[in-house]
């Protein structure tokens, strides 16, 4: 009898990011992807979110390495906050590897880790588990599909993945592959990505949107054009690069992370652009307009992002106008979308014409759709299927898709973060719940944020605050000075004299009742908070943070 097979999901499960799970064998743990996930809009002051790693740091130890699917943020963009706690060797291909090296670098954990290649149907041990590598095709280069062998026989991830029939770079998802470890030795359980399960149809190829590319170089000859795509989006860098220098434009890239990732994808030639068609961003004015096209980053309207910068006329290079293109090549990330329309809003108030997907097919998905994802169902035959990667609603449609596909209801688990899975002799059965809480990354503040902070400051945001200052004598059980209503965000004080003045008379019965009661300063707080927190109400139908401040003399 084979030891069971425990896979604990900790990201990525009901929501677009975190993506991290541990596979614990014999003792031994293999963590798969771990990565970060952008804010929600009211997630405010929050830079970025983390998985919760309390569960891998009490496991420190057993951890054996971390295979890595593909290069993006949500799935390595977290090892920089868990490697200096925990140790372990890093597997992937070599741009997933070129993409997660810089922020490991930049917070000086070389020495916590290992960088180990792997390539196309290659298989490699670690520790117990036996790992096979297939090619997929997604929108960042290498991606990859990931069987897992143990005595517990094989589980198939995915990762994120697309059909894609025509990639940009001629490496086709290895459907033949994974139908032939589908049927030597059998897939027990099927791990796949589920961001697109509720839309239907297929995928338009990478290659579309290059055709579109070429279209608007014609159609915006003698104008400067700005495009804006992800950094990782080497695909799309290269079919905008034809698409200029096929109209003799020269390439200019703007945003640190732009920059570097041009210059290690040309390094490993999977970027093919020649030395002569690329310009450093401070040549720029040295040429007319309709022979430049600048690769920028911001597509998501991030705050101090390249394009946000030329939004808001702060750009350090660039200072557009009326003459000028933005050809914005990608689509919001859920949860962006208004950072992303206030730029387009401002672009266009300074006259630029803005190009959108909503306008034209500009971006290409690079997640499955309905029937791409009944491709891989009938292909694995898998005997269980859990769907992972993506938001509940998305998980739920993928499930439906794999019913629909012959997979017997009972052999689906639509799971959440926090939960555990148990693969043994018998089936697949449910295990014990572990922390799967968002932690949150203020600055350099780590976990230090919680949600009852968040919600201060949603209700700052909203509804503003109100402090009440005063002076208090306790020996002589009176008030000295005050109370005086300070408030920020609630009502204009100038124009309000009468109102605050009310409620600081509310406060000073309230204050003089604890006083005489015998309250302490706490109490006496608590007294004033309340009362005037009750005036206010009352008199504006709003809730302020009320803030007493005590002062003993």
Known sequence: MASPLKITFLGGLGEIGRNCAAFEYEDQILLLDCGLMFPDHDMLGVDIVLPDFSWVHERADKIVGCVLTHGHEDHVGALSYLLPDVSFPLYGTEVTLGLAYPRIEENGLLGRTEFNEVRDGETHQIGPFSCQFFAMTHSVPQAVATAITTGQGTVLHSGDFKIDLTPVDGRLSDLSGIGAIATDPGIRLLLADSTNAGSAGYSVSETEVGKVLYDLMHRYRGRRIVTACFASHIHRVQQIADAAIEYDRKVATLGRSMKRNVAMGREMGV???????????????????????????????????????????????????????????????????????????????????????????????????????????????????????????????????????????????????????????????????????????????????????????????????????????????????????????????????????????????????????????????????????????????????????????
């Not at 600055?443 to 902070?453: F, H, L, N, P, Q």
């Not at 000073?508 to 300063?521: E, F, I, M, P, T």
């Not at 302020?544 to 002062?551: A, D, E, F, H």
Request: hydrophobic share 40%; with cysteine.
């Open 271 to 553: 970027l093919h652009i020649p030395d002569d068609a690329l310009i450093d961003i401070e040549e720029i004015d040295k040429y007319d307009p309709g022979e430049v096209i600048v690769i920028s980053t911001g597509s998501q309207g991030e705050a101090m992002s390249a394009l946000t910068l030329m939004a808001t006329r702060e750009s350090r290079w660039l200072n557009v106008g009326e003459e000028d293109v933005v050809i914005l090549s990608s689509h919001p990330i859920p949860g962006n979308e208004h950072a992303v329309n206030k730029v387009i809003d401002k672009l266009t108030r300074q006259g630029v014409e803005v190009v959108h997907s909503g306008i034209e097919d500009v971006h290409a998905t690079g997640h499955a759709k309905r029937e791409e994802l009944k491709l891989l169902q009938s292909l694995t035959h898998a005997d269980w299927f859990v769907p992972v990667h993506g938001e509940y609603t998305h998980m739920v449609h993928h499930a439906k898709i794999a019913e629909q596909m012959g997979t017997p209801a009972d052999r689906i688990l639509v799971c959440e973060d926090g939960d555990t899975l148990v693969l043994d002799d018998d089936g697949l059965t449910r295990g014990d719940r572990v922390s799967a809480e968002y932690i949150y990354v203020d600055g350099k503040t780590v976990g230090e944020i919680g949600t009852s902070v968040l919600r201060d400051r949603q209700v700052l945001g909203e509804e503003g605050v109100v402090t009440i200052v005063m002076m208090v004598d306790l020996d002589r059980r009176e008030i000295v000075s005050g109370p005086e209503l300070i408030t920020r965000g609630w009502v204009q004080e100038v124009e309000s004299t009468d109102l605050l003045a009310e409620g600081a008379k509310r406060a000073a019965k309230a204050v003089n009742d604890s006083l005489s009661g015998g309250g302490n300063a706490d109490q006496v707080g608590k007294a004033a908070r309340k009362a005037v927190g009750s005036f206010v109400n009352q008199r504006t139908r709003r809730r302020p943070m009320i803030v007493p401040v005590v002062l003993e003399a």
